[in-house]
C-alpha cells in the first residue's frame, strides 16, 4: 500500500507553508505529495493568503525535493487549454527527474470560474472538451521525437505540432482520472488513465466504482489489472481522544464524523480502516491533510508506513 500526503491548499497556505510540508513527507517516507488545484475554496471561507497556482507550484517542489512522487489531485480541464498545459507538464516532469502524475478531471466548481474569469460550459460540453483535452495531451507526449501530431475535434485542433517537449517519464507521466461517474469516467479512466481513483466514499461505495472501472477496462479489450485503483480521505491522527478532538477541531470536524467518513483515531485506528480498503484492491491512500501547520501530525501519520507496507 503506498501513501501519499493530499493538500488543499486553497483553503489558506502560500509556497513557503507547502514546501515545508513536502519535504517533511519526503523525510517521514511517504510514496508522494499532491496537491488540489483549485483557485477558490468550497469549504468555510479563508480568503488569505489567496490560492496558488498548482503547476508553478510543483515546478518549485519539483526542484526543491529529490525522491517523492509529485502531481494534482486533479487539475480541470477548464483552467488551461491542452496544448500549453502538456508543455507545463512535461517541463515540470523534466524539472523533477520523472517524479511527476497527472490528475486530470473535466472541472466542477462553477464558483471559482466565476471568479477568476474562466469559462464554464454545461457539463455535456465540460465532458467533450476534457476527452478532447485527454487525447491530445497523451497524443503530444506520446508522438515520437522528430514526428508531427495533428488532431480535429469539436472544440480544439491541433494541426502539425512538434509535440515538445517530452516529458522525462517515456512515453508518458502516470495519468489519474477519478470520480463517481457510473458512464463516461469509467469508459474515460479505461481507455486514458493509469491510475483511477475515487474520493471520500466508504469502502462499499469505492468497491462499486472500482468494479465500474474494471468491466469498462474489460470491455475495451484492457485488462483490468493494469490499471492502479487509489482513493483519498481525510485523515485525522491522535494519540489519544483528546488529541484527536483537538485536531478534529481544528479542521471543523467531529471525530465521530471523521471516523464514519474518513480516516480517524489512532494510527493502529487508521491501519485497520486503510485494510478494508486494501481488501477491495486499492493499491495507494491519499491521506488529506487540512491543517498544513501542523507538522506533528504528519510525523504521527508516519507511523502508518510501516503498518501499511505489507497491505495489497
Known amino acids: 500500500m503506498r501513501l501519499r500526503i493530499f493538500t488543499e491548499p486553497h483553503r489558506g497556505a502560500d509556497y513557503s507553508t507547502l514546501l515545508t510540508l513536502a519535504k517533511a513527507a519526503e523525510a517521514l517516507g511517504f510514496d508522494g505529495f499532491f496537491r488540489s488545484d483549485h483557485y477558490l475554496s468550497s469549504g468555510p471561507v479563508r480568503e488569505l493568503p489567496g490560492p496558488t497556482d498548482a503547476w508553478i507550484t510543483l515546478a518549485g517542489l519539483a526542484r526543491e525535493t529529490e525522491r517523492i512522487r509529485l502531481g494534482t489531485l486533479v487539475s480541470p480541464a477548464t483552467f488551461r487549454f491542452p496544448g500549453p498545459l502538456a508543455v507545463s507538464v512535461a517541463q515540470v516532469d523534466q ?10 478531471g473535466a472541472g466542477w466548481f462553477d464558483g471559482e470560474h466565476a471568479a477568476y474569469g474562466i469559462p464554464f460550459p454545461e457539463l455535456r460540453e465540460r465532458f467533450e472538451r476534457y476527452e478532447e483535452q485527454l487525447e491530445i495531451i497523451t497524443g503530444l507526449w506520446e508522438t515520437p521525437e522528430g514526428e ?33 461517474g457510473t458512464k463516461r469516467t469509467p469508459r474515460l479512466a479505461a481507455r486514458f488513465a493509469d491510475e483511477f481513483n475515487v474520493p471520500f466514499c466508504d469502502v462499499p461505495e469505492t468497491a462499486e466504482a472500482f468494479g465500474r472501472v474494471r468491466k469498462a477496462c474489460a470491455a475495451a479489450g484492457r485488462e483490468p489489472a493494469s490499471m492502479v485503483y487509489s482513493a483519498a480521505q481525510v485523515v485525522c491522527c491522535g494519540r489519544d481522544e483528546a488529541e484527536l478532538a483537538r485536531r478534529a477541531a481544528a479542521i471543523g470536524h467531529q471525530p465521530a464524523d471523521l471516523r464514519r467518513r474518513g480516516l480517524a483515531g489512532t494510527p493502529v485506528e487508521i491501519a485497520e480502516r486503510i485494510a478494508e480498503f486494501a481488501g477491495i484492491g486499492t493499491d495507494t491512500i491519499y491521506l488529506q491533510v487540512l491543517d498544513l501547520s501542523d507538522i506533528d501530525h504528519l510525523e504521527l501519520l508516519a507511523e502508518l508506513l510501516p503498518l501499511t507496507s505489507r497491505m495489497s
Open 148 to 180: 508531427r501530431y495533428s488532431f480535429a475535434g469539436k472544440h480544439y485542433t491541433v494541426t502539425d505540432s512538434p509535440a515538445l517537449p517530452k516529458p522525462a517519464q517515456r512515453p508518458r507521466p502516470p495519468l489519474l482520472v477519478g470520480g463517481f
Open 95 to 104: 524539472m523533477s527527474g520523472g517524479r511527476i502524475e497527472f490528475g486530470f
